[in-house]
C-alpha cells in the first residue's frame, strides 16, 4: 500500500519539490510540506494547529533543519530556498528514498555507509505532530542537530516580524515557545526510546519504538535556546499565485542528540503540555486505524455484491484485490473528516473542502459525502454529518460557509440544499435507516415548500416547474468565483444542473414519502411538471445543453455556452422508481459524446469549452486573474465522477467508463502523494493547481469507481 520514490526522483530538485506530503489531525489541523522540505507554499509547516476546531488555523512550527555528524564529516538533511535564489543547504542530495506508507511520509537519508530515515504523523483529536527519526545503519554512532524554525501566524498569512519570543526550558528539558504572553504555546519534546518506554503506563508497545540495548548508552536531547530570526524564505507557489512570497521564521532552538545504530528519537510538537498518558501515543496506532478503514471498505464491498473478482477495469489492479491507489484514497478520504462544535455546545462531523486553505462548506460538504463515508462504509459519520447540518437549515437552505465562532452563517448557495437529497437518498439506499428517514423528512418538506413560494437571493419555483434563481453581486452555484464585487460567472436564471438536482430531490420524495406513509401526490405533480418543461434546455442546433436559460444576462434569455453542467441532466436521477428520463436517449448521447470531444481531459472536464471566447486555459497569476479563470475553462477533478455515470447511463460499457479514470490514477503519484487535486489548467500539459488535496476530488474517485463496478 506504500508509494515509493527513488533516489531518481528524490535528487530531481525541480521535480521532487513540487511534490507535497500531507497529514492531518481530525480536528482541522494539519502538517505539510515538500518532499525536498523547500517552503514553497504559505501553508507548509509542521504543525498548524486548528486553535478552534476545524478552523483558526495557526502555524506554531515551521520546520526542522536536519544536520548529522558522522566520521568526522558534516552532512546537511534539510534544504532551503532563499529569496536571491540560492539553495542552501541543499540536504535533498541525501534523499535516498521517499515513500508514503498510509498516509504517513517517510524519507530515508543516506551519507556515507550511514542510513536514516524520518516519518511524520499527527495524533487524532489533537494538535500534535510527531517526527521520527530512525539510525537504521551505519558503524558508529551520530550526533543529530535539529534547528526548531517556528512562527506564530494564521496559515494565510506571512511573517516579517523580527521580535523575540519567549522561550523556557520546562524541567523535563522540553522548550515553551510563545510568540507574546497572550499567543497559545508551542511545546517541544525529545524523547528517544528509553524516555518513551520508561513513561508508559501499560499496553503493548510498536516494536521500532522499544530499546534492548543498555539504556545507559543512550543520550537525551538536549535543546539550546537560539531566538534568531532566518530572513527571506523564498516561497514559489506563492510567487506564482501573485501573493506574498518572501518570509522570515524565528530559529527557537537546536536540538541535539547522539544516536547509535537502531536507536529513535521523536520529536513531538504540541499547543499542549505532553502527559505521560500522551508520550505513549504509537505509531502503531496511527496505522492500525487506517487498515481498519481499509478492512470497513472491503466488508462493506462485500455486503453490496460488488464482486474483487469482476473483469480488470485496467487501474493497476489485480483479482480480488483492491488496486493500492484506492487504499489510498481511502486513507486520503479519512483525512476530511473533522470535528466541528456546535452553537448548542454539542459536538458535530463536517467535511473540510480541501487542503491547505479550505474551511468546510455546505456544497462540497454534500457533494463529498457520498465518496467519503458511504462508499467507504462509515455510515454513522455520514448520519452524523447530515445531522449535523440540519441544525443549521434556514428558510430551506443550507449554509454555504459554516459558521465559525460568532460569525453568522452565510446562505448564498443554491445547490448545497438540493445535493443535501442526493446525499440523504445515497444514505438511506446503503443503510435503510427508516428511523432517519422519518426524523428528516419534515425538514425536507420544509424546504421544498420554501423552494416552492420562494426564499433568498431570488430563488423560486417557477410557473414551468423550474427552479430560478441569482441577484445581481451574488454567486449562487458551484462555479462561484467572485473578485470584490465582481461575479465571473453570475448564472442568474434556471440553471441545468439546478434543475437537474430539483427534478432528483422531488423524486426522492416521492419514492422515499412512501416508504413512511406520507402523501406524495404535491411532489408527483411538480416532478412531473418539471420533467415536462426540461426541453426548454435543450439547444436543437447545437445539439447539446443551454448552460442557463430565462436569464436577464443574455439578449436571447438562454445561454449557448458549452459547459459540464448538462451532464448531470443524464447522471441524475438514474434507475430510480417514478423517474423519468429528462432527455430521449440520442439527445443523452449527443451530451456525452459533445462533452467527450470538447471538455474532457486525463484530469476532468473543463468548465468551458476552448473555443469560446471567454476561455481561460492556464490558472495562474493574482486573486483577481486566478478568478476569472476559475470557471472559464480550468479543469475540475470531480466532475469526472459524474461524467462517467452519464457515459456510463448512455453506453452501458463499465470498463470504457472507467478508463477515463486512469490518469487520475497517475496523479495519485504527483503532486500530494497518495491524493488529488482541486482543479488543472485547461490547456495541455494539463498541469494541477488549487488546492493539493480536495475533498469532492478523491470522493468522487472512488464513487465513480464503485460506480463502474455494478
Known amino acids: 500500500m506504500d508509494f515509493q520514490l527513488d533516489r531518481k526522483i528524490g535528487n530531481n530538485f525541480q521535480s521532487a519539490t513540487t511534490k507535497e506530503w500531507l497529514v492531518t489531525n481530525g480536528i482541522g489541523g494539519y502538517s505539510c510540506g515538500t518532499l525536498t522540505g523547500v517552503l514553497t507554499r504559505s501553508y507548509h509547516g509542521l504543525l498548524i494547529a486548528s486553535l478552534q476546531p476545524p478552523v483558526a488555523r495557526t502555524l506554531l512550527l515551521t520546520k ?192 541535539e542528540i547522539t544516536l547509535n545504530v537502531g536507536e529513535t528519537v521523536t520529536i513531538i510538537a504540541s499547543d499542549q503540555p505532553i502527559t505521560e498518558k500522551t508520550i505513549a501515543y504509537q505509531y502503531s496506532q496511527h496505522r492500525q486505524r487506517e487498515r481498519e478503514l481499509i478492512e470497513l471498505f472491503t466488508r462493506t464491498k462485500s455486503k453490496r455484491k460488488t464482486p474483487l473478482n469482476r473483469p480488470s477495469t485496467g487501474l493497476k489492479e489485480k483479482a480480488n484485490e483492491i488496486p493500492a491507489w484506492l487504499e489510498h484514497l481511502i486513507c486520503r478520504a479519512d483525512q476530511f473528516i473533522v470535528d466541528r462544535n456546535l452553537t448548542d455546545n454539542q459536538q458535530g462531523k463536517t467535511i473540510i473542502a480541501g487542503y491547505p486553505w479550505f474551511t468546510d462548506w455546505g456544497r462540497d460538504t454534500m457533494i463529498a459525502l457520498t465518496g467519503l463515508t458511504i ?116 448564472r442568474i436564471g434556471k440553471t441545468i444542473e439546478i434543475n437537474a438536482l430539483w427534478y432528483n430531490a422531488l423524486i426522492f420524495m416521492i419514492n422515499h414519502g412512501e416508504i413512511i406513509g406520507q402523501s406524495t401526490q404535491q411532489y408527483q405533480q411538480l416532478a412531473k411538471l418539471t420533467q415536462s418543461s426540461f426541453h426548454k434546455f435543450w439547444y436543437a442546433e447545437g445539439e447539446y445543453c443551454y448552460d442557463v436559460i430565462d436569464s436577464p444576462l443574455v439578449n436571447s434569455g438562454n445561454d449557448r455556452s458549452f459547459r459540464p453542467n448538462q451532464i448531470f441532466a443524464v447522471a441524475l436521477p438514474q434507475d430510480i422508481e417514478h423517474s423519468q428520463a429528462l432527455f430521449s436517449l440520442s439527445q443523452q448521447k449527443s451530451i456525452v459524446d459533445q462533452v467527450t470531444e ?112 455494478k
Open 64 to 255: 526542522l533543519d536536519e544536520t548529522v555528524s558522522y566520521q568526522g564529516k558534516i552532512y546537511e538533511l534539510a534544504t532551503n530556498v532563499w529569496a536571491d535564489g540560492t539553495i542552501a543547504p541543499q540536504g535533498y542530495l541525501q534523499i535516498e528514498s521517499f515513500a508514503v506508507e498510509g498516509t504517513t511520509p517517510i524519507w530515508q537519508y543516506k551519507f556515507a555507509d550511514a542510513t536514516l530515515s524520518k516519518k511524520i504523523w499527527m495524533k487524532q483529536g489533537e494538535n500534535t505532530t510527531y517526527i521520527q527519526y530512525h539510525y537504521q545503519q551505519g558503524h558508529e554512532p551520530l550526533i543529530l542537530a535539529l534547528k526548531a524554525l517556528v512562527n506564530y501566524r494564521s496559515h494565510h498569512h506571512v511573517t516579517i516580524d523580527q521580535s523575540n519570543y519567549l522561550i523556557t526550558h520546562n524541567s523535563d528539558n522540553s522548550l515553551k515557545i510563545q510568540a507574546n504572553l497572550d499567543s497559545p504555546c508551542l511545546y517541544l519534546y525529545g524523547l528517544n526510546d528509553h524516555q518513551i518506554q520508561s513513561h508508559y503506563l501499560g499496553g503493548e508497545i510498536e516494536k521500532n519504538l522499544l530499546r534492548t540495548a543498555n539504556p545507559e548508552l543512550q543520550t537525551y536531547l538536549s535543546w539550546s535556546i537560539a531566538n534568531i530570526w532566518y530572513l527571506d524564505f523564498a516561497l514559489a507557489v506563492e510567487t506564482y499565485r501573485g501573493l506574498k512570497d518572501q518570509e522570515n521564521h524565528l530559529l527557537a532552538g537546536i536540538g
Open 375 to 490: 462508499s467507504t462504509g462509515r455510515y454513522g459519520i455520514a448520519k452524523e454529518i447530515l445531522l449535523t447540518f440540519a441544525k443549521y437549515i434556514d428558510r430551506g437552505m443550507l449554509p454555504n460557509v459554516f459558521p465559525d465562532g460568532n460569525n453568522r452563517p452565510e446562505y448564498n448557495t443554491i445547490d448545497a440544499t438540493l445535493w443535501y437529497f442526493e446525499a440523504i437518498r445515497q444514505y438511506y439506499h446503503a443503510t435503510n435507516d427508516r428511523d432517519f428517514l422519518t426524523q428528516i423528512y419534515p425538514v425536507l418538506q420544509e424546504i421544498i415548500d420554501w423552494h416552492i413560494k420562494g426564499t433568498r437571493h431570488g430563488i423560486k419555483l417557477d410557473g414551468d416547474g423550474l427552479i430560478y434563481g441569482g441577484e445581481s453581486g451574488v454567486q449562487l452555484t458551484w462555479m462561484d468565483a467572485k473578485a470584490g464585487d465582481w461575479v465571473v460567472t453570475p
Open 598 to 709: 470538447k471538455l474532457v481531459t486525463p484530469y476532468g472536464l473543463r468548465s468551458l469549452a476552448s473555443d469560446h471566447p471567454d476561455y481561460i486555459g492556464i490558472y495562474q497569476g493574482d486573486r483577481i486573474s486566478r478568478d476569472a479563470s476559475y470557471h472559464q475553462g480550468t479543469v475540475w477533478s470531480w466532475l469526472i465522477g459524474y461524467f462517467v455515470q452519464s457515459h456510463l447511463a448512455v453506453y452501458q460499457n463499465p470498463k470504457l467508463a472507467c478508463s477515463f479514470l486512469l490518469s487520475m490514477v497517475k496523479h495519485i503519484e504527483d503532486s500530494c502523494i497518495g491524493s488529488i487535486s482541486e482543479i488543472f489548467d485547461g490547456d495541455r500539459p494539463f498541469h494541477y493547481r488549487g488546492c493539493f488535496s480536495q475533498a469532492w476530488s478523491v470522493a468522487e474517485m472512488i464513487r465513480s469507481y464503485l460506480v463502474c463496478l
